[in-house]
């Protein structure tokens, strides 16, 4: 499994030291048993390793196969409008993760 860590991406194999770890925006590929990848789209949320096994609890996940490419493109536009707008009611921060989780199922879709 290789995890978007909250400070930089994070690999884990089998037999793997425990482990508690911050996620962040980015793609989560898993290797299944029969050697082929899963890519998910992922949003914050905490990876924890114990006893050979990986639990991911994340804000958001998405399978690449179930991202909508044309609403992942038309979020893309959306937030990109808000953060060039600044407009006083605007929340910046919740515009820029937006726009992150945007780019984010793009580009995992793509793989």
């Given amino acids: 499994m290789v995890a978007p860590g909250a400070e930089g991406y994070l690999g884990v194999l089998a037999h ?11 793609a989560l ?3 299944r048993e029969d050697d082929k990848q ?15 096994a990986a639990t991911v609890l994340a804000d958001t996940a998405e399978l690449a196969s179930e991202i909508d490419e044309e609403r992942a493109r038309r979020a893309l536009q959306r937030a990109r409008l808000r953060l060039e707008a600044r407009a006083a009611d605007t929340d910046l921060e919740r515009a820029g993760l937006a726009l992150a989780r945007a780019l984010n199922r793009l580009k995992v879709k793509q793989r």
């Fill in 16 to 26: 793997h030291a425990p482990l508690v770890a911050a996620l962040g925006v980015g």
């Fill in 29 to 31: 590929t898993v290797r």
């Fill in 38 to 52: 899963v890519h998910i789209a992922v949003h914050r949320g905490v990876l924890e390793v114990s006893g050979n």
